[in-house]
T-cell receptor
Framework: EPEVTQTPSHQVTQMGQEVILRCVPI?????FYWYRQILGQKVEFLVS????????KSEIFDDQFSVERPDGSNFTLKIRSTKLEDSAMYFC???????????FGSGTRLTVV | GDSVTQMEGPVTLSEEAFLTINCTYT??????LFWYVQYPGEGLQLLLK?????DKGSNKGFEATYRKETTSFHLEKGSVQVSDSAVYFC?????????????FGKGTKLTVNP
C-alpha cells in the first residue's frame, strides 16, 4: 500500500536553529498538508499546499515557517528560527483530491532544547 | 463556524467490552467524516470513513454511521481487544478559514485491560 514517508523520525535542535522536515507524499496525490501535535494535545492544521502554492495556512504558520516542493517528489517544512514551543510531532499528509481522506506519514518528533 | 466535539477520555475497558466514543460536529453542509487511530509511538492511521448521510464506515470491527439529523459520527466496537488500545480521533472535513480541511477532535485515549 502506498505510504507517505517522513524523515527524520526524530530531530533535536537548539533554540534559534533552522530545521527542515522532509516528506515524500504518495506519488499521484496532488494535495499536501502539514499538521502538528504538541505532546498530549490535539492535532492542529498548519498549512495546505496545491499546485505549487500554499492554499491556506493557520495562525500557527507564521513567518518562521515555510513549505516547499523543490523537486516534484519531496515536500518540506522549514522552521527558520526554532523556539521551545515548536517542540511537537509534525505530520505530513497527502490526498488525491481535496474532499478525500488524507494519508499521513508516521511523523517527525521535533525537540527544541 | 464549523467545529468538532469529541468525547474526552481517557476510557478504560476490559477485554470484550463494548466501546462507544461520541463525536458531533457543526457544519454548514454535509462533510465527509473520518476516524483516525494513533497507536502508541506511531502516526495517524485512517480507521474508517463515511462520505454521505446514512453511510456506515467499518474496519477492524469498528463501525460509525453518518447521522445527518444529529450531526454525529459515533465510533463503536462490540468487543474490544487489548490491541485496540490507542488514541482515537474524529476528523470531519470542515470549512475553516475559507477552505475545507480535516479538523481533528481532541482525541480519546482508550486502554483495554486483559
Amino acid at each position: 500500500e502506498p505510504e507517505v514517508t517522513q524523515t527524520p523520525s526524530h530531530q533535536v535542535t537548539q533554540m534559534g536553529q533552522e530545521v527542515i522536515l522532509r516528506c515524500v507524499p504518495i506519488s499521484n496525490h496532488l494535495y499536501f498538508y502539514w499538521y502538528r501535535q504538541i505532546l498530549g494535545q490535539k492535532v492542529e492544521f498548519l498549512v495546505s499546499f496545491y499546485n505549487n502554492e500554499i492554499s491556506e495556512k493557520s495562525e500557527i504558520f507564521d513567518d518562521q515557517f515555510s513549505v516547499e516542493r523543490p523537486d516534484g517528489s519531496n515536500f518540506t517544512l522549514k522552521i527558520r528560527s526554532t523556539k521551545l514551543e515548536d517542540s511537537a510531532m509534525y505530520f505530513c499528509a497527502s490526498s488525491v483530491r481535496d474532499n478525500y481522506g488524507y494519508t499521513f506519514g508516521s511523523g517527525t518528533r521535533l525537540t527544541v532544547v | 463556524g464549523d467545529s468538532v466535539t469529541q468525547m474526552e477520555g481517557p476510557v478504560t475497558l476490559s477485554e470484550e467490552a463494548f466501546l462507544t466514543i461520541n463525536c458531533t460536529y457543526t457544519a454548514t453542509g454535509y462533510p465527509s467524516l473520518f476516524w483516525y487511530v494513533q497507536y502508541p509511538g506511531e502516526g495517524l492511521q485512517l480507521l474508517l470513513k463515511a462520505t454521505k448521510a446514512d453511510d456506515k464506515g467499518s474496519n477492524k470491527g469498528f463501525e460509525a454511521t453518518y447521522r445527518k439529523e444529529t450531526t454525529s459520527f459515533h465510533l463503536e466496537k462490540g468487543s474490544v481487544q487489548v490491541s485496540d488500545s490507542a488514541v482515537y480521533f474524529c476528523a470531519p472535513l470542515l470549512t475553516q478559514g475559507g477552505s475545507e480541511k480535516l479538523v481533528f477532535g481532541k482525541g480519546t485515549k482508550l486502554t483495554v485491560n486483559p
